[in-house]
């Protein structure tokens, strides 16, 4: 029998051969289309004239009482070659959100469908993969809301079986040779780091510093190891491991 995620990712990939459009757009059940969206979106599908593959556009990030929080956009707006769209993905692992992408139906006939073993990151799994086919062409207006709480299916992805999923992602790049080794083992080492630091960091400030401790010894999975100094995250890592550990043990003892 299929898990819940493994459900998920099978419904994605049903909805994508039920889909009769030239263009498929796919978005979860707790985020939502901004006003004005949908035409804003037709007239740059029209505008483009089905000269791109991969639409790409911000969303606004939203609280569960859809107060906005911020907004995030991929990147400047225009194309992007398979280099650059991957390059940009790979730099930063809150580069994308899932409601902020359009593919045209032929990607899927292409690189393939959603990838059931590759959850949890299974969505930059397939952007990846499109990525570096199509590259990406990025329309700088938010026009989705991605809603973010505590009860999201981003907060079970703090373990090691989605660090070696990652660990996956960077090895098709690589082999696609789209981006020099030594660049891409940089990038991997700050992508993991933030991707670990910004997990644990969801857990502490919510007071479950256990959980934030388990999620920040993920920076010490095998994977890792070789991969050169985080310079950019270094610091942050100190600093939430000290004060995750102190206030564990404060806690420890007010028990």
């Known amino acids: ?148 709480h505590p009860h999201s299916v981003t907060m079970t992805m703090f373990q090691a079986s989605t660090i070696e999923a990652l660990n996956d992602i960077f090895e098709l790049v690589r082999v696609k040779g789209l981006i020099e080794d030594r660049e891409l083992e940089r990038l991997k080492s700050n992508f993991m780091h933030q991707f670990i630091l910004a997990g644990a960091w969801k857990f502490i400030r919510t007071g479950a510093y256990e959980q934030g401790i388990r999620v920040l010894d993920l920076c010490e999975h095998p994977q890792l190891h070789k991969l050169p100094l985080s310079v950019k995250w270094a610091s942050c890592r100190f600093c939430l491991q000290a004060y995750s550990e102190c206030m564990h043990r404060w806690l420890s003892r007010c028990r």
């Open 1 to 148: 029998l299929l898990s819940g995620p493994e459900k998920m990712v099978k419904s994605f990939n049903r909805a994508v051969q039920l889909a009769k459009g030239s263009y498929i757009f796919m978005i979860h059940d707790d985020d939502y289309l901004l006003t004005g969206a949908v035409g804003k979106l037709v007239k740059h599908l029209r505008d483009l004239n089905n000269r791109h593959a991969v639409l790409l556009f911000g969303v606004q990030l939203v609280d569960l009482h859809k107060r906005p929080l911020r907004k995030h956009i991929f990147g400047h707006a225009g194309r992007h070659s398979p280099k650059q769209a991957v390059r940009r993905l790979l730099g930063n692992s809150s580069s994308m959100r899932f409601p902020s992408f359009v593919f045209r139906r032929d990607v899927y006939q292409w690189v393939g469908d959603w990838d059931i073993d590759a959850y949890a990151p299974v969505d930059y799994d397939l952007w990846a993969r499109a990525f570096s086919v199509y590259g990406a062409y990025v329309i700088d207006e938010a026009l989705a809301a991605y809603t973010i």
